[in-house]
């Protein structure tokens, strides 16, 4: 049978190294299913997640051969073996240890979001009307696996820090799924503009071009928010407009 | 006693799948102070994968449907020994649960009137599934944790339950640790709600992930609690097969509910061949009409592809036993042969089926909407669980409650495909609302510090042997464990092999008490596959005695030595609880006669 190499990260937030582990691999498997097999038979110790096997979770997420990938959807076919394949966790989070990374930030930061606000239901059985056609933009959004590949390529995260003033484009998303929700009432621009930063964003698609679930994140969901933001504080002949009726 | 971190709640809610996340908006909306513990990180748990969709009577596409025509669906497909209360209940309060989803954020797909949409699945008589394309599931999580976060519960992830702590005969928290850290954690509650789903990890080929070890079954046993219906293991006829990497990930129900056909290798479509007698006046006697009932024609009749999980799994292994299977040890599922009637059917299908476009497409290098895909049968559900009671879901226990797939009853021999999704939100619903009524009527509780103690030490033993010779790692048992159940307690059972079994597990069970890790206690996935190895030993041992007990055949429980239904049998429920001398108890318990008016639905839809 072939074997292959695989170069993984082993360590901690302390430190740690590549180590090499040599494996048998056969015909279809995928990375995760090469790991799990080193972690199997030669480091029972080593740290992966993953739940699904199939693209559905996003649990998987890591860097092979330094591109942000789900190691559950990437085939060993799509790799050169003659070389060792390199695996390490996504280097924009805390490491906890070899492919685990802390990524709890993601699940503060969802909180800060405005949470969806309905309107009152059209009727009495609690429900409403919504045309296939209305909703098949925010189903895009909602296809989202939270893997956060495209929390860990992001520039204003991975080199720049901005944890505490920028959400990442996971997070814009999210609030695009929300804003252009046909029922939802509420509206999350302000914060957008003041407390999530979008204007941080320079369109570099970076995300767009890992998303596993291919979410047109930038042109769907981060354009659309910036041009509301622009709408509402920047343009100079709709803020008198507001002013002189009374609105917000 | 030590010093451990500890989180006191009123309801401890032990998952976060969808029906754990249901309890626990419940139970805070009814002012419990709540927690939630869950093994992998929030949004992840198995709820994740569902993809065909959640079933609710909301008769938005077929107006003759309604909670009646659920409730003998249900029944139907269970062979009758569902506890007929749940499965009442279900039917009756599914269409709010799902509607109630709509107001907090998710958005189903709709019909032209701008309704939910609903699709066709096996076992139901009319349109009933609710979904969003095939990924149904992920819909449904993530609007539960986007609603949940707001509700004020406090999530423990990435935490993980070794052991429930009593005071007296009552529940009183839990005791566990943290699997980044490896720190102990310490849970006193006035009432536990389990919600950890099933038990898929006891088998070689499952669509389950590492989580599904059934803890919650066996830390419900171990308090002393009872099982049921533990003989009941549902095999999804649908795996993936090839490659060998994949084998066992799920292809969801839904591509035969849009269409889709079996054949095998000679090109039959051998579903025609055996339609059981009491399905026979629901079900297309030739293709043509079923494809009219997958198209909506409501008055044509479903095709027996859409016959229950339990009879269409024996006919796939039937096939390939027989010779005619495909090359890789399976049966051609085809929906690709649509193009024959639909103009722009490759769009059609990666339209309603995207994520099976894409799982085949990436996985398989299989284009479905050009060729067939090669399945066969795979590890799915467990019917068995924790016996509950209908109205609170409240086990033998005081103040124990389970919800979900590692709670009884309301399947019986088996699960209709969308009964999961709808079970966990009616019935997480209910477990919120009487644990935290519970807690509020009982006082407070008392930790036994000897409890904690032993769990702690217990769970440390394998660090100690790690360094010992003669020590195993636990994949390899975990390994051991799964072939052998796969191979003796599978789709098709007989009492030698099973005896067998039983034998092999207390093999294992020695083999486990030796497993040692190497490594500290920082995110160990050896060391976390060492605890849960216990649990699927408990797990596998009811399956396999109370499968033994039940001599015929009954939904999902195949037995090749008594093959057929017998009357008798389906009178009780078959019950495992811990005897006295620490051993497997196995009882029946007859089943509770069910009101006439309930009688009389069944009669009526006959
Ligand atoms: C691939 C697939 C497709 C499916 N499709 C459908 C479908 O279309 N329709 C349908 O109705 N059903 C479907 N099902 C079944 C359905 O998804 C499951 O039965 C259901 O999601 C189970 O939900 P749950 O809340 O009971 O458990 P889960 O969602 O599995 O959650 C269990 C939780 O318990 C936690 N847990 C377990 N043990 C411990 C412990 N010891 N300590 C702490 N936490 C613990 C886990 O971490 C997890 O958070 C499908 C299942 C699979 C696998
Ligand atoms: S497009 Fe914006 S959000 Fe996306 S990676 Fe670039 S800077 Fe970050
Ligand atoms: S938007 Fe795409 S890349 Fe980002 S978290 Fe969601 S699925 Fe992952
Ligand atoms: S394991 Fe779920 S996305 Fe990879």
């Known amino acids: 049978m072939a074997t292959a190499t695989f170069r993984i990260w082993r360590g901690n937030d302390r430190g740690g190294k590549f180590q090499d582990y040599t494996t048998e691999v056969s015909e279809g498997m995928v990375v995760l299913d090469a790991v799990l097999k080193v972690q199997a038979e030669q480091a029972n110790d080593m740290a992966v997640r993953w739940n699904c096997k199939a693209g559905k979770c996003g649990s998987c997420s890591s860097e092979i051969n330094g591109n942000p990938k789900l190691m559950c959807m990437t085939r060993l076919s799509t790799l050169d073996l003659t070389q060792a394949v390199t695996v390490e966790p996504m280097r924009t989070f805390p490491l906890i240890k070899d492919l685990a990374t802390d990524v709890s930030w993601n699940f503060h930061v969802k909180k800060t979001i405005r949470k969806f606000a309905p309107r009152k239901p059209d009727f009495s059985d609690g429900s409403w009307r919504m045309g296939q056609k209305d909703v098949n933009r925010i189903q895009e959004f909602r296809k989202c696996i939270e893997c956060f590949l495209c929390q860990d390529v992001c520039h204003v995260l991975r080199e720049h820090k901005k944890f505490d003033q920028f959400?990442?484009?996971?997070?814009?998303?999210?609030?695009?799924?929300?804003?252009?929700?046909?029922?939802?009432?509420?509206?999350?621009?302000?914060?957008?503009?003041?407390?999530?930063?979008?204007?941080?964003?320079?369109?570099?698609?970076?995300?767009?071009?890992?998303?596993?679930?291919?979410?047109?994140i930038t042109e769907n969901a981060i354009i659309p928010l910036k041009e509301r933001v622009v709408d509402e504080y920047y343009d100079p002949l709709r803020k008198l407009v507001m002013k002189i009726i009374g609105a917000k | 006693m030590a010093e451990y971190q500890t989180h006191a709640?009123?309801?401890?809610?032990?998952?976060?799948?969808?029906?754990?996340?249901?309890?626990?908006?419940?139970?805070?909306?009814?002012?419990?102070?709540?927690?939630?513990?869950?093994?992998?990180?929030?949004?992840k748990a198995h709820t994740v994968m569902a993809e065909g969709g959640v079933a609710a009577a909301l008769g938005n596409v077929d107006e003759r449907d309604n909670w009646r025509v659920h409730f003998s669906d249900t029944m139907r497909g269970g062979q009758y020994i569902n506890n007929w209360r749940m499965a009442e209940l279900h039917a009756k309060e599914a269409p709010d649960r799902v509607r109630e989803l709509e107001a907090w954020g998710a958005v189903f797909d709709r019909t032209k009137e701008g309704r939910i949409l609903q699709r066709n699945f096996g076992g139901h008589r009319y349109p009933r599934l609710a979904h969003v394309g095939d990924r149904t599931g992920l819909e449904m999580i993530r609007t539960l944790q986007d609603h949940g976060i707001h509700q004020g519960m406090e999530v423990h992830m990435e935490c993980t339950v070794l052991t429930l702590l009593m005071d007296g005969g009552r529940v009183a928290g839990a005791f566990g640790y943290d699997r980044e850290r490896g720190h102990f954690l310490l849970f006193p509650a006035k009432a536990v709600v389990l919600a950890t789903g099933g038990i898929g990890r006891a088998y070689r080929i499952t669509s389950n992930s590492w989580e599904y070890t059934g803890d919650g079954h066996a830390l419900a046993y171990h308090a002393g609690a009872t099982l049921m219906d533990m003989e009941f293991v549902q095999f999804h006829p649908t795996g993936m097969v090839w490659p060998p990497s994949v084998q066992g990930i799920l292809v969801t129900e839904g591509v035969r509910g849009e269409g889709g056909v079996l054949r095998n290798s000679h090109g039959r479509r051998f579903m025609f061949d055996d339609i059981p007698e009491n399905y026979r006046n629901q079900t297309a006697d030739n293709p043509e009409e079923g494809w009219r009932y997958t198209q909506g024609d409501k008055n044509a009749r479903r095709p027996p592809e859409l016959l229950t999980r339990d009879h269409v799994a024996r006919c796939i292994v039937r096939e390939i036993k027989e010779g005619r299977g495909s090359p890789h040890g399976g049966v051609y599922l085809d929906i690709s042969w649509i193009k024959e009637k639909l103009p722009n059917s490759e769009e059609h299908i990666k339209r309603k089926l995207p994520s099976m476009y894409h799982q085949f497409k990436q996985l398989a290098d299989i284009d479905i909407t050009k060729e067939p895909m090669e399945i066969?049968?795979?590890?799915?559900?467990?019917?068995?669980?924790?016996?509950?009671?209908?109205?609170?879901?409240?086990?033998?226990?005081?103040?124990?409650?389970?919800?979900?797939?590692?709670?009884?009853?309301?399947h019986g021999a088996n699960r209709l495909g969308g009964n999961s999704l709808s079970d966990l939100l009616v019935f997480g619903k209910r477990a919120g609302q009487y644990a935290a009524c519970f807690a509020k009527e009982n006082g407070d509780i008392a930790v036994d510090s000897v409890q904690v103690e032993r769990a702690a030490r217990e769970a440390l033993l394998p660090f100690e042997r790690g360094q010992k010779a003669g020590a195993e790692g636990a994949y390899q048992i975990q390994h051991d464990l799964q072939s052998m159940m796969q191979d003796l307690v599978g789709i098709v059972r007989k009492e030698s092999e099973m005896k067998q079994a039983l034998e092999g597990i207390q093999k294992l069970r020695e083999r486990a008490s030796r497993a040692g890790v190497n490594g500290n206690r920082e995110f160990n996935n050896g060391w976390h596959t060492a605890m849960d190895l216990p649990n699927l030993l408990s797990v596998s041992e009811a399956i396999t005695r109370a499968a033994l007990e039940r001599e015929e055949s009954r939904g999902a429980h195949f037995r090749d030595d008594w093959p057929e239904k017998n009357p008798e049998y389906g009178k009780f429920n078959i019950l495992v609880r811990q005897g006295r001398d620490g051993g497997m108890q196995i009882t029946r318990e007859p089943l509770a006669e069910m009101p006439h008016e309930l009688k009389q639905v069944i009669e009526e839809m006959k």
């Open chain 1, 167 to 216: 959400i990442g484009p996971r997070f814009f998303v999210h609030t695009a799924a929300l804003e252009m929700h046909p029922l939802d009432t509420d509206t999350r621009t302000e914060d957008l503009k003041d407390k999530h930063n979008v204007g941080y964003c320079n369109i570099t698609t970076c995300c767009r071009k890992v998303c596993p679930e291919e979410i047109t």
């Open chain 2, 9 to 43: 709640y009123d309801v401890l809610v032990i998952g976060a799948g969808g029906s754990g996340l249901r309890t626990a908006i419940e139970a805070s909306a009814a002012g419990a102070r709540v927690g939630v513990i869950t093994k992998s990180l929030l949004g």
């Open chain 2, 376 to 410: 066969g049968p795979t590890t799915h559900y467990m019917m068995g669980g924790v016996r509950v009671d209908a109205e609170t879901q409240m086990s033998s226990v005081p103040g124990l409650f389970a919800a979900g797939e590692c709670a009884a009853g309301l």
